[in-house]
């Protein structure tokens, strides 16, 4: 699914509707810009692609919490969390040429193409960098080949640890599942791009969004607390 599919079809030129934004309190934000902008900056910008790929879910947790999506994210060689992907030499390769490239060494069975892109920002930091984010959605068997697949890749056990799924739900304790998640730490625009696929394409309520990045800034039980494992 890619812009055109999340936002609908564009209107004539001139009438561009603004770019949309995240709008999730506590979650800074990155500036957009359009794939032809994008495509226009100098040499002096270096450009990341990354992807994220999901499923439609119907499992539930215990027989009763909704899983909703099965989403990929992975593991890396720093314990940073990110989506598969990396830098696209743009000298040498299309967005699209460069992010199959660096996909095939950590999955190893999946081509992703123009119609899969979602969205470009501009990164903060010291290095001018603009990163071009790509969703593809697939059926869950599809997801779970993928899954089995990435470790026999090349890079499994070196640059990237382990592919994890994302848990799009809240459990009642208001920690458990996504919120605990977030608490993680990602690697560069990794957080801010997961919570805008899952705002765009209409993956989690933008509420609810807005209510896990909000239970990750209050005091975290201890462990203790949390023995038993309550469900």
């Given at each position: 699914?890619?812009?055109?599919?999340?936002?609908?079809?564009?209107?004539a030129m001139?009438?561009?509707?603004?770019?949309?934004?995240?709008?999730?309190?506590?979650?800074?934000?990155?500036?957009?810009?359009?794939?032809?902008?994008?495509?226009?900056?100098?040499?002096?910008?270096?450009?990341?692609?990354?992807?994220?790929l999901?499923?439609?879910?119907?499992?539930?947790?215990?027989?009763?919490?909704?899983?909703?999506?099965?989403?990929?994210?992975?593991?890396?060689?720093?314990?940073?969390?990110?989506?598969?992907g990396?830098?696209?030499?743009?000298?040498?390769w299309?967005?699209?040429?460069g992010?199959?490239?660096?996909l095939?060494?950590?999955?190893?069975?999946?081509r992703?193409?123009e119609?899969?892109?979602?969205?470009?920002?501009?990164?903060?930091?010291?290095?001018?960098?603009?990163?071009?984010?790509?969703?593809?959605?697939?059926?869950?068997e599809?997801?779970?080949?993928?899954?089995?697949?990435?470790?026999?890749?090349?890079?499994?056990?070196?640059?990237?640890?382990?592919?994890?799924?994302?848990?799009?739900?809240?459990?009642?304790?208001?920690?458990?599942?996504?919120?605990n998640?977030?608490?993680?730490s990602?690697?560069?625009?990794?957080?801010?791009?997961?919570?805008?696929?899952l705002?765009?394409?209409?993956?989690?309520?933008?509420?609810?969004?807005a209510?896990?990045?909000?239970?990750?800034?209050?005091?975290?039980?201890?462990?203790?607390?949390h023995?038993?494992?309550?469900?």
């Open positions: 699914v890619g812009t055109m599919a999340a936002m609908g079809p564009l209107p001139g009438t561009l509707p603004p770019l949309p934004t995240l709008g999730v309190p506590g979650v800074p934000e990155l500036k957009p810009l359009t794939r032809y902008e994008a495509m226009r900056l100098g040499p002096g910008w270096s450009h990341s692609c990354h992807a994220m999901y499923a439609p879910n119907p499992g539930m947790l215990f027989g009763r919490i909704p899983l909703r999506y099965a989403v990929l994210m992975q593991m890396r060689f720093d314990g940073l969390l990110g989506f598969p990396g830098f696209v030499d743009r000298r040498y299309s967005l699209e040429d992010l199959n490239r660096v095939g060494l950590g999955l190893g069975c999946v992703l193409t119609a899969d892109y979602l969205c470009s920002h501009l990164t903060e930091g010291p290095h001018r960098v603009v990163a071009h984010f790509y969703a593809r959605q697939l059926t869950l599809e997801l779970h080949t993928i899954e089995i697949s990435a470790v026999h890749s090349r890079d499994h056990g070196m640059e990237v640890m382990g592919m994890v799924r994302v848990p799009l739900y809240t459990q009642k304790d208001r920690m458990g599942g996504l919120p998640f977030l608490a993680n990602f690697v560069g625009t990794a957080k801010f791009q997961l919570l805008f696929a705002k765009i394409l209409n993956m989690v309520p933008e509420e609810k969004l209510e896990a990045v909000a239970a990750t800034q209050r005091p975290k039980k201890s462990a203790l607390d023995a038993g494992g309550g469900h």
